[in-house]
């Protein structure tokens, strides 16, 4: 089981260092010298371009309500579980989240350490960082989803995840960077500019950009000037 040694924060990062190695678990707490917050994070299939909002991996639903085929004991630390129509390929889910969302076990959340290359519709074997502390049996469910921070994209217009910071820097395909989440950082805007003081949305218009508040979409933070189109403008990011 993981056991917390601390607050998992790295001080006085350098945060325009890109790297093609990982040094960090992905989403660990950054800050620097002037106490804003970043992220640690892998860019996926495209670049990331500075001054982008970013999102997390595009969520595909065959992943979800996976049903458990065969019955994991209390302080078991694997599940067998059912794929979907869709398989699972080398890494793609380590670091992310295992979730029971159907009783038995129903609320159980688990920190996927390793798993097998699994065919669509086979059985896939999760190793989970967490003991199993309520049994599950064939009729338990669970969802799975990667870590936000593995493989971030340029924010879409249309949401297939949760925004996750700003690129600070013109990190290359699969490259490992950080990412700001808290503080005065510069975002594009669209043509929906919002005045200083009001509340950001990502926007629905252009890729890679923050607008005014979107009724239903996240507030992501606030404007620190009023905004002018297909600039990059102070944005004070109020990010996870």
């Known amino acids: 089981m993981a056991k917390l040694t601390g607050l998992p924060a790295i001080y006085g990062i350098d945060p325009m260092d890109t790297k093609t190695t990982q040094d960090h678990g992905l ?3 950054g800050y620097d ?3 804003r917050r970043y992220r ?10 500075k001054g982008n909002l970013l999102q997390a991996p595009a969520r595909d639903t065959a992943y979800t309500d996976m049903a458990v ?11 067998e579980v059912t794929l979907g129509s869709v398989a699972t390929t080398a890494n793609q889910f380590v670091e992310g989240t295992l979730v029971v969302g159907v009783t038995p076990g129903i609320g159980q959340n688990f920190i996927v350490k390793s798993h097998d290359v ?25 969802t799975v989803t990667k870590n936000p921070y593995d493989g ?4 879409p217009t249309t949401r297939t995840g949760i925004t996750v910071g700003v690129a600070l820097t013109a990190a290359a395909i699969d490259a490992f960077c950080w990412i700001g989440v808290e503080g ?5 805007s669209d043509v929906t500019v919002a005045a200083v003081g009001e509340s950001l949305s990502p926007s629905t218009t252009t890729a890679g950009c923050v ?7 996240e507030s992501i933070g606030t404007a620190g000037i009023l905004g002018v189109t297909a600039e990059v403008q102070p944005c004070f990011l109020k990010l996870p």
């Open 33 to 35: 010298g002037h106490g």
């Open 69 to 79: 085929q065969a019955a994991a004991a209390l302080d078991a630390e694997t599940m």
């Open 184 to 188: 005065q950082f510069g975002v594009l």
């Open 211 to 217: 607008t005014k508040q979107v009724t239903l979409l």
């Open 27 to 29: 989403g660990i707490i």
């Open 152 to 155: 971030v994209i340029v924010s």
């Open 40 to 49: 640690y994070a892998q860019a996926g299939a495209v670049a990331l371009v």
């Open 118 to 142: 699994t065919a669509a519709s086979g059985v896939c074997t999760f190793n989970i960082e967490e003991r199993i502390l309520t049994a599950l049996t064939t009729s338990s469910k669970v």
